[in-house]
């Protein structure tokens, strides 16, 4: 479930113990060769320096139901990382 709230895309995501958290989609993209697809997203929390914490997920939809999967390839992991540095660029 996704919404738009003053320009900001917000997931509904539910942990495995049921509990469902709202958060902001800062970035959903797919690698074209492998059809992977990934979200970047936030809960808006700091850390020590005062730089907002990021989360990076591999979106599973073999099951109907989209899943958020963590990333273990490490090729995989230096793509998405790639992303990341080319996102922070930009703002």
């Not at 992977?36 to 591999?58: F, G, L």
């Not at 109907?64 to 990382?81: A, Q, S, T």
Request: proline residues 1%.
């Amino acid at each position: 479930m996704e919404e738009q709230i003053n320009e900001r895309r917000i997931m509904s995501i539910v942990s495995e113990d049921g509990s469902v958290e709202e958060v902001e989609v800062i970035l959903a993209f797919e690698f074209k060769d492998t059809k992977k697809e990934y979200v970047i997203y936030t809960k808006n929390e700091k850390d020590e320096n005062d730089n907002v914490t990021v989360y990076v997920s591999h979106v599973d939809r073999s099951s109907g139901e989209p899943k958020l999967m963590g990333i273990e390839d490490e090729e995989e992991w230096n793509r998405v990382k790639d992303v990341l540095r080319e996102l922070s660029k930009s703002e």
